[in-house]
């Protein structure tokens, strides 16, 4: 990237950082991020920026063309825009002005630093073919990409290829990392539903058929599926994390029902249903050794995110431009966390990309209550939204 735009990023870097405070300090849920969208239009609309609004709800896409066309090369870059329902405890000056919802995943810095990048487009238009600004609701658990596609995303928009970039505290700043093929987890939704026989646990428990009883071998067995059943160099997880059944109150109750949730997470389709068929057996069989019934339900929330090859290459290529070759991963790994542009990349190849948040001031993890986006990465987001469609 030219110097010149470089140095220009860098000295408006105040009103970036201004920027994404402000959107921090208004978070808003999935798809009631209406303050969020009018933010992202009316600074479109200040750099006489093409858009719609309301594509999947309330998502946004800018239009931006280059000096050329000729190529009819289209490429969409996608930011995610909703928070979390996390009370913040920050305590920064642009914390969270609304209790119990917070920017704790960086969607705030995403927002910022592809408004960024979109002032240069537009300002050089420095590319043969067309941008579009892909402003996406809901990723944090409602599926926000997949209402965008169903709206018809690269049907009214012709998108070619299409990519995303996340913030990764783990990752060194600046470090970027993509990986080709998965890079992001099947996120499946489990709900087990134990039903048993209930009556009194002290008086005459040989006459029950104990729901909490069967909910602990459930959860040791199921816990054994992953490592007795999985190729040690696939990767896989199940982990039950939620148990609900009886009273604290009634100890000596033994309840007729217990359900417990948790989540699976695979990176090939064979792994996904290997686990699904294992879970299904092993929650059936256990409850029906012990003299009760258990159902799976088994919910394939959001598809793996998988990079295409040829977009990958041109994404760490990008980032080399950007970063220099030291601070490109050489071999990067994927991570078993889940991500709803796993639909868009179903549609359409592209890639997603990780890039280094972490310093000895930004240690705190995703969806920490203590999480701050680290600004230093503007710039840097900013740049390398800039370079790839060049």
């Known amino acids: 990237m030219p110097n010149n735009i470089v140095d220009q990023i860098g000295s408006e870097f105040p009103s970036y950082r201004a920027l994404r405070g402000d959107i921090h300090a208004h978070p808003e849920l999935g798809f009631d991020e209406h303050r969020t969208a009018n933010v992202i239009c009316e600074a479109l609309d200040k750099l006489s920026i093409e858009f719609r609004r309301g594509i999947g709800k309330t998502g946004v896409v800018g239009i931006i063309h280059g000096k050329t066309t000729t190529s009819g090369r289209a490429v969409g870059l996608r930011a995610d825009m909703d928070a979390l329902p996390i009370q913040e405890s920050t305590n920064l000056e642009y914390a969270s002005s609304t209790g119990g919802r917070m920017h704790a995943c960086g969607h705030d810095g995403h927002v910022t630093m592809l408004l960024a990048a979109a002032e240069y487009l537009k300002r050089t238009q420095n590319f043969n073919g067309t941008v579009y600004l892909i402003f996406q609701p809901g990723e944090e658990g409602h599926k926000g990409g997949l209402e965008m596609v169903k709206d018809g995303l690269f049907e009214r928009f012709p998108i070619e290829q299409v ?159 950007v970063v220099g070759k030291e601070n490109v991963i050489q071999h990067p790994v994927p991570s078993l966390g889940g991500e709803d542009f796993s639909f868009m990349l179903r549609e359409r190849p592209g890639a997603y990309i990780h890039v280094g948040t972490g310093d000895a001031e930004h240690s705190h993890g995703l969806h920490s209550a203590h999480f701050d986006f680290n600004d230093a990465a503007i710039p840097i987001g900013g740049r390398y939204w800039y370079v790839l469609p060049s």
């Open 163 to 321: 990519y995303a970039l996340h913030n990764w505290p783990s990752l060194p700043l600046g470090a970027v990392s993509v990986p080709v093929g998965p890079v992001m987890a099947a996120a499946d939704i489990l709900k087990i539903k134990i039903q048993g026989k209930g009556g009194h646990g002290g008086i005459a428990p040989q006459r029950t058929v104990d729901p909490v009883l069967i909910a602990g071998h459930i959860i040791v067995a199921a816990h054994s599926i992953v490592s007795r059943n999985l190729d040690p160099l696939d990767a896989g997880v199940v982990s039950l994390c939620g148990i609900s059944g009886g009273s604290l109150a009634g100890h000596n109750v033994i309840p007729e029902e217990v359900v417990i949730t948790g989540t699976a997470r695979s990176l090939r389709p064979e792994v996904q249903d290997l686990i699904e068929a294992r879970l299904r057996e092993t929650v059936e069989s256990v409850a029906r050794g012990l003299g009760g019934s258990a159902t799976l339900e088994y919910d394939r929330n959001v598809p793996a995110t998988v990079n295409s090859e040829a977009e990958a290459l041109l994404a760490r290529r990008a980032a080399v431009d």
